[in-house]
């Protein structure tokens, strides 16, 4: 998979080269180009962001740059995917992790301020699919954090980027409900037991007392996805 990032933090992203996502990258599975939004003005100061038609707080980013930008990094592209971060998009879930890792090529477009310009979103749209998605019903200061998040989530479901696909299956959300609780070694920790049916060697008693925990505890802390 291919991934662009367009933004004015690119150190934001230094954190993608460590871990499993930083091996990714190293083996060739993800290949990840960092854009900053800066070098796409042309005056003095590389301005990205103006005062608002129509009066109001904050400031928004203007769309030159926007547009300069997104040129550049489409061009020639096939079939890309753009997304931008915002609490005014379609909320991110494991679902929507499994969907984006099937794409070829990303491309995330981070706002600052109160936004961009509306004109990049329209103007996107005629080269490329466009999404907004938002991270949840929070605001953050501007779309870096989403993205990261975004990328964590969608770059572990690449095939070969987990090790052991399996670790996959068995976690929270994939199938619809709350992980299980795990344990190690040792079986007794501070007085507390590991519950005694894991050290069974009874499989199946093992996983339906698992598929009993997540049952219970996503009645309990996430009723709101069993309704669904
Ligand atoms: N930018 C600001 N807030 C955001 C959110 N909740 N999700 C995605 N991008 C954002």
Redo the contacts with the bound molecule.
């Keep these: 998979m291919r991934i662009d990032i367009v933004t004015i933090f690119p150190t934001f992203f230094d954190a993608l080269d460590i871990s499993l996502l930083g091996k990714a990258k190293t083996s060739g599975l993800l290949e990840l180009a960092v854009h900053d939004l800066r070098d796409f003005t042309h005056d003095r100061h590389r301005t990205v962001d103006d005062t608002p038609y129509g009066g109001g707080a904050g400031m928004v980013m203007k769309p030159e740059p926007w547009g300069e930008a997104l040129d550049e990094v489409l061009d020639g592209a096939e079939d890309p995917l753009v997304i931008f971060?915002?609490?005014a998009?379609e909320v991110?879930t494991q679902a929507t992790a499994r969907a984006l890792a099937t794409e070829q090529h990303l491309v995330f477009g981070c706002?600052r301020y109160e936004g961009i310009d509306q004109r990049v979103f329209d103007e996107a749209s005629e080269h490329a699919r466009v999404r907004l998605?938002?991270?949840?019903?929070?605001?953050?200061?501007?779309?870096e954090?989403?993205?990261m998040a975004m990328i964590e989530a969608i770059g572990r479901l690449i095939p070969g980027v987990v090790g052991n696909p399996e670790s996959l299956v068995e976690e929270s959300h994939e199938n619809g409900l709350l992980e299980y609780p795990s344990y190690t070694k040792p079986a007794v920790w501070r007085g507390r037991e590991v519950p005694p049916v894991l050290l069974s060697g009874n499989h199946g008693a093992i996983a339906e007392w698992r598929r009993e925990q997540q049952l219970e505890r996503t009645r309990r802390v996430r009723p709101d996805l069993l309704a669904d």
Excluded: E, I, K, R
């Design positions: 971060p915002s609490p998009g991110f706002g998605v938002s991270m949840g019903d929070y605001v953050l200061n501007g779309g954090v989403a993205v």
